[in-house]
């Protein structure tokens, strides 16, 4: 497997994970009155995966364009 791709699959897990912790977070803290609207919802478990899910994009792409920075620097290339 390339290692790029490799890259991209251990970013998209790490984001998804990283969003999980920070939707958790969210509710708990209940920023925003959130929990209080969450809870009182029929439709609770939909609006928490599409946060959770919105924010492991954002996180995901984050996470990538750092490994990709990172590997970019010149201490880092291959000979």
């Known amino acids: 497997m390339p290692k790029v ?3 991209y699959i251990h970013s998209a897990l790490a984001g998804f994970v990283l969003a ?3 939707t958790g ?3 708990w803290l209940n920023v925003g009155n959130l929990w ?4 009182g919802s029929d439709v ?3 609006a928490v995966t ?3 899910v919105l924010n492991g994009i954002v996180f995901s792409g984050v ?3 750092w490994g990709i920075t990172r590997a970019a620097t010149p201490g880092n290339q291959e000979q």
């Open 36 to 39: 209080h609207l969450v809870s």
């Open 20 to 22: 999980g912790i920070f």
């Open 5 to 7: 791709v490799r890259l």
């Open 63 to 65: 996470q990538f364009a």
């Open 44 to 46: 609770a478990v939909m």
């Open 50 to 52: 599409v946060f959770w």
């Open 25 to 27: 977070l969210v509710l």
